[in-house]
């Protein structure tokens, strides 16, 4: 007989579940995650290890009580773990889709721990004791910050798209730019939003120019607006020629048509105030004679996933009439973190340290440098032989569509394999990438020109201890 084969388990030796259930080692595991959930992984390990010992692979110090309750503790702390997770995103894209967009400012964050805790006047008028609508929580603020009429909030800006054209031009028509008509990530394309809504798209123009004739000559007896659409993520240039909106609102008013303006990113403050690129405002629209815009809440606003309609008091009316609205409202969590972002934009001055997209946005390219000079040497360790690391100019994007051809000068580090080492298998950076990706609170970079670029942007100084602390555990 081999030496080693009393240390072998046999199918016999499998414990009863009855029996470990009441174990002193698995106690705490019940406390924990109920006898019902405990059960069941039970059931499965005991399974596998059965299989295992059929096959002769299983050794007896892996079933005594306290290496069960081990094994046991392990699966089921995985399972508790929130699939949403925290990463760092160091892509150099501040409002990136993927990543969930704005980061909320804490007023926000207390005011939405507070509506899942507390029962609140959501739809309940407090001076009259009726019934309220939910829009009138934020309505008065979007008003006085963008000088429209009425507004109301859905979802996203998709759904605001979707319920403006369903409400306004449901079977008939609706003018647009060939220009404009544009696909954001995550397939929203404009054409496709507008068949569902029920409309027909009446193109015009050709994809770089458009003139104020050819809206004119579009507009007939089925028409029932004229949209514009901001090219959020693209930009025609050369030969170009497109209409503005007050252009496009002179030729619809002796029509009588509203003029609709799906503004995407939408912003509420001139950013050139910062030194950031412009891009004209919810403001500057609506004065330009816009009867309704539409733009994003987790975009540039800086607030939480949120489709904002504002403009003339008439069509919100209509707007909030269709069922539609019903279908595509927002949750009390949307409105309780919506109304302290709007509040911050009456101190518009103090924005860029109150709003964390735009204290993102303007971190000062000095600041990242040190930074990166800073993390440089304490991360080099962990990295090996293989790599080689440096602090690096790059560039960040605001992202979401906002402004895409601007680019915000930043640092970060430069990290590329080092010449003639091949330590692991496969593409070193590849690997790298995907080593920083399994790390507790997962690292997100980019990798081109043969080099993993980690952004420093988004990762600011109160992160950085922490940061640092998870990266001894990398292993690429
Ligand atoms: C981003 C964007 C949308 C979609 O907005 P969501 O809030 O993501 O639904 C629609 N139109 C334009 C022009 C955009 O930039």
Request: aromatic letters at 0%; zero cysteines.
């Given at each position: 007989m081999d030496a080693s084969a009393p240390l072998l388990a046999g199918p016999v030796d499998i414990p009863s579940v009855d029996r470990l259930l009441n174990a002193e080692p698995l106690q705490p595991l019940l406390a924990r995650y109920g006898r019902s959930q405990v059960t069941a992984a039970l059931r499965r390990l005991l399974d596998d290890y059965r299989a295992r010992a059929v096959a002769g692979q299983l050794l007896r110090p892996a079933l005594e009580d306290a290496a069960l309750a081990q094994a046991l503790t392990a699966t089921l702390d995985d399972a508790a773990r929130p699939r949403l997770r925290a990463v760092y995103n160091?892509?150099?894209?501040?409002?990136?889709t993927n990543l969930g967009r704005a980061l909320l400012p804490q007023e926000a964050v207390a005011e939405v721990a507070r509506a899942l805790t507390a029962p609140a006047n959501l739809e309940f008028d407090l001076d009259s004791g009726g019934r309220g609508d939910r829009?009138?929580?934020?309505e008065d603020l979007l008003c006085e910050l963008t000088g429209a009429e009425a507004a109301t909030v859905v979802n996203n800006n998709a759904a605001a798209v979707l319920l403006m054209l369903n409400t306004l031009a449901q079977r008939r028509e609706v003018v647009v730019s060939r220009g404009e008509l544009v696909e954001i990530g995550g397939a929203f394309r404009i054409p496709d939003i507008m068949q569902r809504a029920g409309t027909r798209l009446v193109e015009i123009g050709t994809t770089n120019r458009t003139h104020p004739h050819d809206y004119a000559g579009a507009i007939g007896a089925r028409t029932a607006l004229l949209m514009k659409v901001h090219c959020s993520n693209y930009q025609i240039t050369g030969f170009t020629r497109s209409v503005e909106v007050d252009e496009v609102v002179a030729l619809a008013r002796p029509h009588g048509l509203p003029v609709v303006v799906d503004l995407g990113s939408g912003t509420l403050v001139d950013l050139r105030r910062w030194g950031l690129p412009g891009e004209t405002t919810v403001r500057e629209t609506i004065a330009a004679g816009a009867d309704l815009v539409t733009f994003s809440g987790d975009k540039l606003l800086g607030g939480p996933q949120a489709g904002l309609i504002v403009g003339r008091a008439d069509l919100i009316r209509k707007i909030k009439k269709n069922p539609l609205k019903r279908a595509l409202r927002v949750g009390k969590l949307t409105l309780a973190a919506l109304e302290p972002v709007l509040r911050l934009y009456r101190a518009p001055e103090l924005l860029a340290q109150t709003l964390p997209t735009l204290r993102l946005l303007t971190r000062p390219a000095a600041a990242l440098q040190a930074q990166a000079q800073r993390l440089c040497p304490l991360l080099a360790p962990a990295l090996g032989a293989e790599y080689r690391i440096e602090a690096a100019p790059m560039f960040s994007q605001i992202g979401s569509?906002?402004?895409?051809?601007s680019q915000v000068p930043s640092h970060g580090l430069r990290i590329a394999a080092a010449a003639?080492?091949?330590?692991?298998?496969?593409?070193p950076l590849q690997r790298l990438e995907a080593a920083l990706r399994a790390l507790p609170r997962p690292v997100i970079g980019r990798i081109g020109e043969q080099a993993l670029w980690l952004d420093l942007r988004c990762l600011e100084e109160d992160e950085e201890a922490g940061f640092v602390a998870q990266w001894q555990a990398l292993r690429p």
């Open positions: 160091l892509t150099g894209t501040v409002l990136h829009d009138d929580l934020v569509g906002a402004l895409p051809l003639g080492r091949r330590a692991g298998a496969g593409k």
